[in-house]
Nanobody
Framework: QVQLVESGGGLVQSGGSLRLSCATSGFTLDDYAVAWFREAPGKEREGVSCINKGDYSTDYADAVKGRFTISRDNARKTVYLQMNSLEPDDTGVYYC???????????????????WGMGTQVTVSS
């Protein structure tokens, strides 16, 4: 049974940090690209960061470049998102997802990802 379970969200002040984790099971993580998406109230779900399947290269949305870092630990079957210098606009539900994408993983729309977690809430206060 495929499972992705996010954790690490919470309430933090502007300028603070959080580290999100996505524990996976039921499939071989290194067979997939992995991505973090977020969805703010009233907005579409957007890609935040991802790691390509082909060469493990990473990509970031412009809004988070220099502040967020994505990583994966295939042995632990876990994906991480280190978020620093958080801003109120980073508020939303953060989801991890996996898809069969060798490259350009951030260009794929949410429906092009195969498996999803239930999400974890991140709230950044000003």
């Amino acid at each position: 049974q495929v499972q992705l379970v996010e954790s690490g969200g919470g309430l933090v002040q502007s300028g603070g940090s959080l580290r999100l984790s996505c524990a996976t099971s039921g499939f071989t993580l290194d067979d997939y690209a992995v991505a973090w998406f977020r969805e703010a109230p009233g907005k579409e779900r957007e890609g935040v960061s991802c790691i390509n399947k082909g060469d493990y290269s990473t990509d970031y949305a412009d809004a988070v470049k220099g502040r967020f870092t994505i990583s994966r630990d295939n042995a632990r079957k876990t994906v991480y998102l280190q978020m620093n210098s958080l801003e109120p606009d980073d508020t939303g539900v953060y989801y991890c997802a996996v898809g069969n994408h060798d490259y350009y993983c951030l260009k794929y729309r949410p429906y092009e990802y195969d498996y999803w977690g239930m999400g974890t809430q991140v709230t950044v206060s000003s």
